[in-house]
């Protein structure tokens, strides 16, 4: 059944954070920037990717507690974290400090199993042979219940500090960011586990072909199996993600070298990959207007409110914020989105209005 009753409610975008092996401040600070831009164009959210042994955001929490300190409005996520590297406990209490940093503003997301580069670093992270470990579902679902808050040890447990004795539970304790959970799913099993432990979807540009070497087909049919097991009484969001390059006001140079990146990434979409039957989604590269029309055309979009802009990998940031600037003039509002920086006013117009004399 389709949420998407006024169109698209909330645009967000997510970036590699890339940068030169030789000056890493210099790409994570550009990346700080596109932060701070897209919240200046009214995005609802920027979304960071976290990358191990790769010129990217190896800690998605710390970066993310930085971005807090440049911006102030717009949403900050994750897409998404591999749970099997990290400590159920630490990573817990890395997010929520980065939460209450933000006030109240991340967005975690997570994926589960054997993460990439594991025969490389597996032994460098885990004491022991880190194969015999639940690197699955089982590692997310302790994060959560580290994240509730409950507090440890027998009713009468405390604990002494200078100046302070208190009952031990995770620190800080931000109830909220239990809410804004996330899960990447792709396959039927894993929207199955999102939906029954009462995370948030995130679906993407690629997922695996259990059911259909359709594209569409399949990830509307993630979308419909996620819905038909969440509870219904919970607020469960789903954000669709697609890898968007409007090039309209980019010069002609610019503009080729995007037709050669779509072309480049085109036959992977004509059938499905390797034993997992991996299917792409084509990227979306041209004019708005073109653009406009794939995205009205698109099955699966049709059934949410939520569009997450995936940002290609290795572009300069000029590239991202004419990227980003042109999507939010020229084809989010065919789309029915509202720069959350209008959709406040005219929210704040409407209370005054209504307010009593």
Do not use: K
């Amino acid at each position: 059944m389709s949420d998407n009753t006024s169109g698209i409610r909330t645009l967000s975008f997510l970036t590699p954070g890339n940068y030169p092996d030789d000056d890493p401040y210099a790409g994570l600070e550009d990346t700080l920037r596109l932060f701070e831009y897209g919240e200046s164009l009214g995005l609802d959210g920027a979304w960071i990717r976290q990358r191990h042994l790769e010129h990217g955001v190896g800690s998605a929490a710390v970066f993310l507690a930085a971005a807090s300190q440049r911006t102030s409005r717009i949403q900050l996520g994750t897409a998404v974290i591999p749970i099997g590297y990290e400590s159920p406990f630490r990573l817990a209490e890395d997010l929520s400090l980065a939460d209450v940093l933000s006030r109240g503003r991340l967005q975690a997301g997570f994926s589960a199993g054997t993460p990439p580069h594991a025969d490389l670093i597996g032994d460098l992270v885990f004491d022991g042979d880190w194969r015999s470990y639940d690197l699955s579902y089982g590692r997310i679902t302790r994060l959560i219940e580290n994240l509730r808050g409950d507090f440890l040890g027998a009713a009468d447990t405390v604990i002494h500090s200078p100046g302070n004795t208190q009952r031990p539970r995770l620190q800080p304790h931000n109830p909220g960011l239990i809410d804004r959970l996330w899960y990447g799913g792709a396959s039927i099993r894993s929207v199955r586990w999102a939906a029954e432990s009462g995370l948030n979807l995130l679906t993407g540009n690629i997922v695996f072909g259990d059911r259909s070497d359709d594209f569409a087909t399949t990830q509307s049919s993630l979308l419909g199996e996620y819905r038909r097991l969440v509870d219904p009484a919970r607020p469960a969001r789903v954000a669709v993600g697609r890898v968007i390059v409007p090039f309209d006001s980019a010069d002609r140079s610019t503009r080729e070298r995007y037709r050669q990146y779509a072309a480049s990434r085109y036959e992977r979409t004509l059938a499905p990959q390797g034993e997992r039957r991996v299917l792409f989604a084509p990227d979306l590269v041209g004019p708005a207007e073109e653009i406009i029309d794939r995205l009205r055309a698109d099955p699966v979009l049709a059934q949410t409110s939520e569009l997450r802009l995936e940002l290609p990998y290795e572009f300069r940031r000029a590239d991202y914020e004419q990227i980003l600037h042109d999507t939010v003039e020229l084809i989010a509002p065919a789309l029915g989105h509202r720069p959350a920086s209008i959709r406040s006013g005219v929210e704040r117009d409407a209370g005054e209005v209504a307010a009593p004399a």
